[in-house]
């Protein structure tokens, strides 16, 4: 198989040679270009990179674009540059960066990287900016003009001003006006100072901060007052920032405990085992991905059923197999689901690896929806917030509005008398404790595009949840919610000033003392249903 | 008759010698693996257990050492720091191995070494580590502080021109170590306090909203900026999502990273972390041919394309051969033998130059800096420009200040006191004091 290809390989490079040559007869001036760039010594590159933008080539951008993301290699024997197309596994995919013909694949031992390093990509991101500037779309342009700031050099100065008289959009004109500005900061203009004083992009912040320390008393007491202004705005961005962080982790920790608030807030069965289920439902998000490569958000959405399905089924053969024999005795449950959870574990470190596995995260969940410079929401917990709560609408509507929901509260309520009025006892509890599992695979979905999918995923977020559970009122939908959410901002409240490790320890020993004070969490249940 | 009788007598004498001498000569070496194959730290051990087994299947087919076959010893010790204690006293005491390949964890080592000790046992350990350590009967052959994160910032200080310091750990011995080490080395060349910001968090940490937010605005006070992570294994993977998603790339604050290789890496999609940077002894991408065939022979023997190797393999790799060499030097695997032949025992590594056994038990090293690629793959951006020798007591700690470790006769002594002059503590009380 691989001698076939291989001798496929070599055949399509035979070919691809023979087809290059005509396009050899006529130097291609781009030919030289590459050449210099991928001989030129570090000292030299930035030369040959503006070289590449001064040949005014219209294939110039991708090439500077294939540069900075290491696609260009030059080939050991002929010594010619080509493009990677696909750099993973044993042979590479490469083309011609003159004709874009695809030269087939080769090994990627024959190849020899063009060195690029970060302060070379530092400057290649100004100067593609700058080549982005002529864009025609405004937004472009906008996006582009702020990777300008704080990489604007001497060089850069007269293009961009001829640059901002040319600019029609005002959005633009205040980014190039603003990254002139740093430049011009930097070089001791006082006035300048003037243009950053309102602006909260950490690049202005830095140039305000060095012309503070400068020497020249004028120029430090401009910075200071300007510093001034934007300290009090960066405040209130950093409440907010906070307020939405410990929003973001409390929706996380709901969400991981409210499957577990229905098998054991409303079933009272002690399940150890529910970090796995949580695990099961990022495997299948994986497993779905591999299924449909190429298209991760259509995955991504198909993975929430599938999710919830894989997870439930689980969940109904523990149920059946262990839970419904340790009726009335929670200890025993405690230690045979903490068995299975270990089993669950070993299961798919050896089924499937004991690595982690890459789950992608679509498009148009990355990155961050920006409100300015200073605060900006991460997209991904954006939209986990959202799933959390429509999850936790979803579940409440079951509890309240169904005949399943009804069945549930009558048999966790009197379990002989919803027997006698004809209600299957048995098969209410396997529907809950399948709905309950099928939750903890949809947090599994959520949690795929937060953190890694691996063996040990579970066990981090079992701690979690039961402690959500018992602070917010064991058997409350709404304290798991209000108990999630406040706990999460508690957390990154209390986290920037004493730490990740001390902001944890301080929240447990919180909800020690909570719990001796009201043993049945925030929100008690009342009447009947608490003499149980 | 009775000269019938003596010659059957003398036959059977000589070929039982001679049978015994010939199962003397099959008797296989037992090599034992150490390594944990469930719990958390499969996840990075199991790899190296497989390294190992390769190497052993591949010195057979050279036709084994001293005429001997290897055969392997496997044991899980399950990610169980005191079950690495009972697993390696089994490995020695029933099994009878002559060498333990073996430990990822600080913890897990420090739990095995009474053990090597007493049953004299020989250790090979493959991870870069915290230092302020030195066993008659380990042999480091991964990274100590001064191999790994002292050139890092080096790099850092001299070619990126990096003025303020994050040294992100996860909180137990090995980043304390190393920040500690990091710190006075800092301060020692002109850092100010309040340019060093020093953070730890639990392991497995997953919500790096808050301290990401952080070191986005402790680097926006006007110097150039970096990140220098000593986070471990899981943790990495949100952090640099969450890196990701905030927007800071590379050109504004890179991170450096001791524990994240191409293993971690392949757990992520690498496209926003393009050119941050770490720092290792190995790279999968090193361009050498010794390189290119160990990778093909490690993907034939997994037979897997995509699988990748990395830097505590290749520390294996080196031990393994270094093992083999001394067994040959010494002519036997009786340890303290193979123990006195190793000093000295110089292999070729996989980046194109040799590694040699120090006298402190530490090898010499490269020291490679790579940026990540967005194919999860690091390409070299620094090196030194010769190997650098392992130190096992760090110069920049008060209290190993004036240690050093030379396991040579006559001095055989791990925590030799150059001040005072005379032997100290035995390593594993040294050790319990420096923590």
Known sequence: MSIIRRSLTSLLIALACLMSVPAMAQEDPGRELLVNLAEAPSSRVEEAINAIVDSGDERARGWLEAYGNNRLSRVKDTGQVVLVLNNRGRDWEIADPLTGENLGEMSRRKLDRVAINNAIRGKLEGIMAMLDLNAADPDVREASAADMMGKVDAALVAPLQARLEKEESAAVRDRIEAALAIYRVEQGDIEAVEVLAGSLHPRARAALNNAAASDSPQLVEAANKALASIEQKLKLNKAAETLYFGLSMGSVLVLAAIGLAITFGVMGVINMAHGELIMLGAYT???????????????????????????????????????????????????????????LQQLVRTVISPQNRTVVTPEWMSGSLVINDALSLTLNRLYVMAFALIVFAALMMIMRKTRLGLDVRAVTQNRAMARSMGIKATKVDILTFALGSGVAGLAGVALSQLTNVGPNLGQNYIIDSFMVVVFGGVGNLWGTLIAGLSLGTINQLLEPWAGAVLAKIIVLVFIILFIQKRPKGLFPQKGRAAEN | MSIKKHVKVGLSALALSVSMHSAAAEDPIKIGILHSLSGTMAISETV???????????????????????????????????????????????????????????????????????????????????????????????????????????????????????????????????????????????????????????????????????????????????????????????????????????????????????????????????????????????????????????????????????????????????????????????????????????????????????????????VLIGEIQDNGQFSVVWETPSTVAGDAWSDFLPGSRDMIADWRKPMFCGTFNTVTGSCGASSGEMAAESE
């Open chain 2, 48 to 366: 190296l257990k497989d390294t190992v087994e390769m190497l052993i299947e591949q010195q057979n087919e050279k036709g084994g050492v001293l005429g001997r076959e290897l055969e392997a010893v496997v044991v899980d010790p399950a990610s169980d720091w005191p079950l690495f204690a009972e697993k390696a006293r089994e490995l020695l005491a029933q099994e009878e191995v002559d060498v333990i390949f073996g430990n990822w964890t600080s913890v897990s080592r420090k739990s095995v070494l009474p053990v090597v000790e007493e049953l004299n046992g020989l250790l090979f350990y493959p991870v870069q580590y915290e230092g302020e350590e030195s066993s008659e009967n380990v042999f480091y052959t991964g990274a100590a502080p001064n191999q790994q994160a002292i050139p890092a910032v080096n790099y850092l200080m001299n070619e990126i021109g990096v003025e303020r310091w994050v040294l992100a750990g996860t909180d137990y011995v090995y980043p304390r170590t190393t920040n500690k080490i990091l710190e006075t080395y800092l301060k020692d060349h002109g850092v100010a306090d309040e340019d060093i910001m020093v953070n730890y968090t639990p392991f497995g940490h997953s919500d790096w909203q808050n301290i990401v937010s952080d070191i986005k605005s402790f680097g926006s006070a006007g110097k150039k900026t970096a990140v220098v992570s000593t986070i471990n294994g899981d943790a990495n993977v949100p952090f640099y999502r969450e890196l990701g998603n905030q927007g800071i790339s590379a050109s504004d604050i890179p991170v450096v990273a001791f524990s994240v290789g191409e293993q971690e890496l392949s757990g992520i999609d690498t496209g926003p972390l393009v050119g941050h940077l770490a720092a290792w002894n190995y790279f999968m991408s090193v361009d050498t041919d010794a390189n290119w065939d160990f990778i093909d022979a490690w993907i034939d023997y997994k037979g897997d394309d995509t699988v990748v190797t990395n830097d505590p393999m290749e520390a294996h790799y080196i031990g393994f051969n270094m093992y083999i060499e001394a067994v040959k030097k010494a002519g036997t695997t009786d340890v303290d033998e193979v123990k006195d032949a190793i000093i000295g025992v110089s292999v070729p590594n996989l980046t194109g130059g040799y590694a040699t056994m120090m006298p402190n038990h530490h090898i010499t090293k490269p």
């Open chain 1, 285 to 343: 998000t994986w497993g779905v991905q591999q299924l449909l490569p190429g298209q991760p958000g259509l995955a991504l959405l198909l993975s929430i059923p599938a999710g919830f399905l894989v997870a439930a089924i689980a969940g109904i053969i523990i149920e059946r197999s262990v839970i419904q024999h340790l009726k009335g005795r929670p200890l025993e449950t405690l230690l045979a689901t903490f068995g299975i959870s270990l089993i």
